[in-house]
């Protein structure tokens, strides 16, 4: 079956980075779009940023635009969210999934704190 396994999160200072990984298996991972959401403490699923099957296009959200980039290992199964110069109102789960998003993971917390 579809699975995700996201990793990378932990506690980082304001305009600090992390690297997101997310370990994708059950699907031929190369034919899919891939996206990223994050979720806040009662806050609604947010859409992050997409990257689409060979890695050539990349979408983000007006809120990490310029601090976030999305990229594919197409040989690994496993997709990335470089996240730079954080903020507090980065602080969320975040997820990797595919259309049509029925499969979800356990998801990764990111916390950013001083």
């Known amino acids: 079956q579809v699975q995700f396994v996201e990793s990378g999160g932990g506690l980082v200072q304001p305009g600090g980075s992390l690297r997101l990984s997310c370990a994708a298996s059950?699907?031929?991972?190369?034919?899919?779009?891939m996206y990223w959401y994050r979720q806040a403490p009662g806050r609604g699923r947010e859409l992050v940023a997409t990257i689409t099957r060979a890695g050539d296009s990349t979408n983000y959200a007006p809120s990490v635009k310029g601090r976030f980039t999305i990229s594919r290992d197409n040989a690994k199964n496993t997709v990335y969210l470089q996240m730079n110069n954080l903020k507090p109102e980065d602080a969320a789960v975040y997820y990797c999934t595919k259309a049509p998003f029925r499969s979800w993971g356990q998801g990764t917390q990111v916390t950013v704190s001083s």
């Open positions: 059950g699907f031929i991972f190369g034919t899919y779009t």
